[in-house]
Every structure is written in C-alpha cells, then in structure tokens.
C-alpha cells in the first residue's frame, strides 16, 4: 500500500493529496504534526531527510521526498487521466503555470508568513536547516500574492482551465495557492470575477474538498 506522509492543514500535501484522489490512487495517510515541530524530530528525519511534508512511500518501498517527486511517479505509474499534458505542446504549458502557480503563488504566501508569524520565528524557510526571519520579505510577499491573484484573473478571462484547455497539475497548485492565501488574509474579490468563476467551477470536483 502506498503511504502519504501529509499534515491535514498545511499546502504542500494538499497538492499530493488531490492529485492521488484526481488519479484514483487509494492510500493510506500519516499525519505529521508540523505544530509540534513533528517533522524536525528524529523519527520522521530518518523517514524524509528535508523535514518537510508531502512524502510518499510507494509499493515498492522508494521514498518520494516532494510534491516533484510524488507528480512524475504518480503520472508515470497511473497516466490516465494525464493530468501533466498528453501532448508535447501541453506538457509544457502545464510544466510552465505549475511552476508560476507555485513560485509566483505558494512561495510568495510562504514569503509572507514565514516572515512574519511569532510561529515561525527562525523559520523562515522549511527544511533541516533553521533561517532567520526577514520582515521585509513579508512585505514583499504581500505584494507579490496580490499579483498573482491579478495574473490568474487575467489568464482565466477566456479560459476555464489554467493551462493547455484541460483539468492538470497547474489548477491544482493554483486552487491550493488561492485558498492558503488566506493564512496572510489575502482573498480573491470583486475585481477578480474570472479568477472566482474557475475557483467555483473547481469547487464541483470532489477532490478539492480535500
Ligand atoms: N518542495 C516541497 C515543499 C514542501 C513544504 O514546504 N512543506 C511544508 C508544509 S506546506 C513543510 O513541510 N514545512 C515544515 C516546516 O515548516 O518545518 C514540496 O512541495 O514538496
């Protein structure tokens, strides 16, 4: 059986989670506590040495150490649906807009809150190794989420997918991003009607109420 090492409220394993449930992949779930700093300890280091969640242990016992990882295997082991493109052209809009949705949107979210939340004092970064925060970061992050809820918006004008007209990867990533957003209270509004209508048309998949 194939094992998700996932945190019920944190991002990242929120992707891996709606991909397996988009693929129809059945799992079992082990929560890692990140509150309690579960993923620094000693146990789940000699499982995932980067101390971050998602992991995925597969049938065959090989470790998948991030959501990276854990999409080509998955892809590879269960392609249908593809949910990274089926053509050549496909694959790389999609390979593109995941990687924006995750470093224009994830990663901006991330630069808010990791410099700024008491929480995350010394955490700036997650992984083994601790990083002082950065407050001007924050600030930045702030102004780069904005941007991004403008970007998709934009996109999503004429569209009802975020890449190559089908359902992949990158409205995942992007769906995930746009609810997390919230942590730095950050929310799509009435200047975002495209962006609200393809969150909404996301809604109907049972997958993202996960
Ligand atoms: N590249 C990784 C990033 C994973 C990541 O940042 N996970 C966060 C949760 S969203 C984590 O494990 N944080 C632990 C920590 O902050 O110490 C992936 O997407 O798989």
Redesign the pocket.
Known sequence: MITLYD?AT????R??RILLAEKGVAHDTVQ?D?KS?E??GEAYRRINP?????ALRTEEGLLL????A?TAYVEARYPEPPLLGATPAEKAEIASWNWRA?FEG?LAI?EAL?NSSPA?AN?A???AVDYPQIPALAERGLARVANFFALLNDRLADRDYIAAGRFSVADITAVVAVDFARVVKQKPGDQHPHLLRWRAAMAQRPSMAL
């Open positions: 945190c944190a991002p990242s394993p992707r891996a890692v990140l700093g993923q620094m980067q101390c971050t969640v998602p150490a991030d959501n990276a854990i995750e994830l991330a990791r995350m955490r970064l997650p992984g």
